[in-house]
């Protein structure tokens, strides 16, 4: 009953009800879908909170590069840490590595984006000749 109590106590509600996060994968879904998912937060909330554990770390590091390189975003904060996860398999708490960025979008987030949404319509409009 103690580590209950001490869980709930340690749960941050700030954490819990954020709608700009992203909690990546290395598995569940391809690194694109990341990336285009990053964009759209940063439309909706003018920043995006990209974070993963363990081996997804490469992944989220790997989103963040791009948005950067592409102009699309600078970071605002690095955070790492170490977090106890349950292993069922040996019934003891295992350490993982976590990471979160903070991105926020540049000043021309907005132009780049029509610029390739407008880039897009015209490659569509050349294939249906």
């Given at each position: 009953m103690e580590e209950i109590v001490e869980g709930v106590n340690?749960?941050?509600?700030?954490?819990v009800h954020k709608k700009n996060r992203i909690q990546?994968?290395?598995?569940k879904k391809p690194l694109f879908f990341y990336v285009?998912?990053?964009?759209?937060?940063?439309?909706?909330?003018n920043e995006v909170e990209l974070s993963a554990l363990g081996m997804a770390i490469a992944t989220v590091v790997t989103v963040a590069e791009i948005l950067k390189?592409?102009?699309?975003?600078?970071?605002?904060?690095?955070?790492t840490s170490t977090v106890d996860i349950?292993?069922?398999?040996?019934?003891?708490?295992?350490q993982k590595?976590?990471?979160?960025?903070?991105?926020?979008k540049t000043a021309n987030?907005?132009?780049l984006m029509a610029a390739a949404a407008e880039e897009r319509e015209n490659n569509e409009g050349d294939g249906q000749s």
């Open positions: 340690n749960i941050n509600i700030s954490d990546v994968s290395n598995t285009n998912l990053a964009k759209r937060y940063m439309q909706q909330h390189n592409n102009g699309l975003a600078v970071e605002k904060k690095i955070m349950k292993d069922d398999s040996r019934g003891r708490p295992v590595a976590k990471i979160e960025i903070v991105l926020v987030f907005d132009e």
